[in-house]
């Protein structure tokens, strides 16, 4: 879920573009409650930010996203 996040980046997206993009806008609960809970504890990790609708990488997320060349 980070990569696709910072793959995107600088783009800011949605949570439901993000939904529709990792889940092939699937509607199955499942996959659509384990990216919910991914970003979540992304979140709660301290490595994305929502903000609103958005869902955005965090500067630690940009930083280690350039220390390892991504």
Do not use: C, K, Y
Request: charge should be negative.
């Amino acid at each position: 879920m980070l990569r696709q996040i910072l793959a995107l980046h600088p783009l800011q997206i949605t949570f439901e573009e993000l939904l529709r993009d990792v889940t092939d806008q699937s509607d199955d609960f499942a996959q659509r409650d384990a990216v919910e809970r991914a970003v979540r504890e992304l979140a709660a990790a301290g490595l994305l930010n929502r903000n609103h609708d958005f869902v955005l990488p965090s500067r630690a997320a940009l930083r280690f996203d350039e220390l390892v060349g991504g």
